[in-house]
Nanobody
């Protein structure tokens, strides 16, 4: 019944920007931490960014620090990922996920703590 729906993916040239959105339904959004993960073809899923339920903290994988920004609007049940200066190696399916575990380690976000996952949105960065 819980749904997370991502949008905003697409084709962009290297160095360009995209803004991903994820809207939740049938979920008490303001009690969940939210995260973004990505999986490239033939690669394992990896953590990208996460934000606390009240926006009190955020975490990023090292490779995106300074380029990506995660934010949320609890009134809209939506989490965003602003991606700047995109690189071809960041071509992947990007997934939104929600966690009510209460654990938030900025140095190591654990995907197993995330209860719900969206269907993913494709991001393709051309060179």
């Amino acid at each position: 019944q819980v749904q997370l729906v991502e949008s905003g993916g697409g084709l962009v040239q290297a160095g360009g920007s995209l803004r991903l959105s994820c809207t939740a339904s049938r979920l008490t959004f303001n009690v969940y931490d939210m995260g973004w993960f990505r999986q490239a073809l033939g690669k394992e899923r990896e953590f990208v960014a996460a934000i606390k339920l009240n926006s009190a903290g955020a975490a990023y994988t090292e490779s995106v620090k300074g380029r990506f920004i995660i934010s949320r609007d609890n009134a809209k049940n939506t989490v965003y990922l602003q991606m700047n200066s995109l690189k071809p190696e960041e071509t992947a399916v990007y997934y939104c996920a929600a966690s009510d575990s209460g654990r938030f380690d900025a140095q190591k976000i654990n995907p197993s703590d995330y209860n719900y996952w969206g269907q993913g949105t494709q991001v393709t960065v051309s060179s």
